[in-house]
T-cell receptor, first 108, second 113 residues
Framework: QQQVKQSPQSLIVQKGGISIINCAYE??????FPWYQQFPGKGPALLIA?????SEKKEGRFTISFNKSAKQFSLHIMDSQPGDSATYFC???????FGAGTRLTVKP | KAGVTQTPRYLIKTRGQQVTLSCSPI?????VSWYQQTPGQGLQFLFE???????NKGNFPGRFSGRQFSNSRSEMNVSTLELGDSALYLC????????????FGPGTRLTVL
C-alpha cells in the first residue's frame, strides 16, 4: 500500500523560478523525511532530509519544510536551474517506501 | 570509499528464463535493499537483507527472491521471467536501521523479450 503520496507527477519551471513538490504521509511513526534526486541513468541520491523536531531545513537553494499536523512535507527549489532537471522522490524509510516521483524540467 | 556496485549493468532475457543480479554494498554497510523501478510504478520495494537475513519484504510474487552473503554482498533472482519484469533494478545499502540514508547503485537494466 502507498504510504507516501507525492505530487505533482511532473513539473515544468522556468529558470530562476521556484519548484515545489509535496509529499503526504499516513504513518505517524515516521520520524525522518528525506528527498532523493535521480538523474537519468543514475540511481537516486539523498538530496536533503529533515527530522520532525524542526519545521524547516535549508541547504543552499533547497529547502525542506515539514507540517506535522497536516502530515505533509515539501521540497522547495529556489532559483531553479536547468541542472536541477531530474526526478525527485520523497521517502518513508521506516516502511522502505518511496513516493511515485516528480519529474522536474527546468527550462532555460 | 567506493560506492554501491551492481552487475551486470544491462541484461536481455527471454520469457521463462531466470536471472541473477548482483550487488556489492559500500564497505561497512550491512543492510542491502532491492527496488524495482518502472516508468509506470515508480520505485517499488522488493526486499531488505541484514546480516544474511531477510528483514523486510515488499509485495512481489515468490518468483523474486534474494540472499545476502557473509560479506554483505547480495544477489536477487527472478525466475520464470515475464515481460512485465522489464525494469531497472536498484540496489541500495545503508548502515543498520531504517532511518539511515540509503546509497543507491546505478542499477541493472533488465529487458525481457
Amino acid at each position: 500500500q502507498q504510504q507516501v503520496k507525492q505530487s505533482p507527477q511532473s513539473l515544468i519551471v522556468q529558470k530562476g523560478g521556484i519548484s515545489i513538490i509535496n509529499c503526504a504521509y499516513e504513518n505517524t511513526a515516521f520520524d525522518y523525511f528525506p528527498w532523493y534526486q535521480q538523474f537519468p541513468g543514475k540511481g537516486p541520491a539523498l538530496l536533503i532530509a529533515i527530522r520532525p523536531d524542526v519545521s524547516e531545513k535549508k541547504e543552499g537553494r533547497f529547502t525542506i519544510s515539514f507540517n506535522k499536523s497536516a502530515k505533509q512535507f515539501s521540497l522547495h527549489i529556489m532559483d531553479s536551474q536547468p541542472g536541477d532537471s531530474a526526478t525527485y522522490f520523497c521517502a518513508a524509510p521506516y516502511d522502505m517506501r518511496f513516493g511515485a516521483g516528480t519529474r522536474l524540467t527546468v527550462k532555460p | 570509499k567506493a560506492g554501491v556496485t551492481q552487475t551486470p549493468r544491462y541484461l536481455i532475457k527471454t520469457r521463462g528464463q531466470q536471472v541473477t543480479l548482483s550487488c556489492s554494498p559500500i564497505s561497512g554497510h550491512r543492510s542491502v535493499s532491492w527496488y524495482q523501478q518502472t516508468p509506470g510504478q515508480g520505485l517499488q520495494f522488493l526486499f531488505e537483507y541484514f546480516s544474511e537475513t531477510q528483514r523486510n519484504k515488499g509485495n512481489f510474487p515468490g518468483r523474486f527472491s534474494g540472499r545476502q552473503f557473509s560479506n554483505s554482498r547480495s544477489e536477487m533472482n527472478v525466475s520464470t521471467l515475464e515481460l512485465g519484469d522489464s525494469a531497472l533494478y536498484l540496489c541500495a545499502s545503508s548502515l543498520p536501521g531504517g532511518l539511515n540514508e540509503q546509497f543507491f547503485g546505478p542499477g541493472t537494466r533488465l529487458t525481457v523479450l
